[in-house]
């Protein structure tokens, strides 16, 4: 069972750039895909990026442009890199991972929170 720790969030001011890892227990190259969730107070949980084991990567609208997902699977880790990040950003975020095309490994989430 791979298990998968979040690490990177904090405070920012808006404007600001925080880089999130997601670091995995075992090998991430048999993640046929991997992605980062986020859920806000009061909110549902939503999808922010997700990347492909062939690194093709889809964004949520309001992060796109500002947001990128990487992985490095020699150090299995998972990376979300923000920038100008604004209070609409805050919540906490979820790494999550899916061996076919059903997310079902999850991190225990890391908080993000940005101060205008």
């Known amino acids: 069972q791979v298990q998968l720790v979040e690490s990177g969030g904090g405070l920012v001011q808006a404007g600001g750039s925080l880089r999130l890892s997601c670091a995995a227990s075992?090998?991430?190259?048999?993640?046929?895909?991997m992605g980062w969730f986020r859920q806000a107070p009061g909110m549902q949980r939503e999808l922010v990026a997700q990347?492909?084991?062939?690194?093709?990567?889809d964004y949520a609208d309001s992060v796109n442009g500002r947001f990128t997902i990487s992985r490095a699977n020699a150090k299995n880790t998972l990376y979300l890199q923000m920038n100008r990040l604004e209070p609409e950003d805050t919540a906490v975020y979820y790494c999550?991972?899916?061996?076919?095309?059903?997310?079902?490994?999850w991190g225990q989430g890391t908080q993000v929170t940005v101060s205008s």
């Open positions: 075992g090998s991430i190259s048999s993640f046929n895909i």
């Open positions: 999550a991972a899916a061996r076919s095309n059903v997310y079902t490994y």
């Open positions: 990347i492909t084991i062939r690194d093709s990567t």
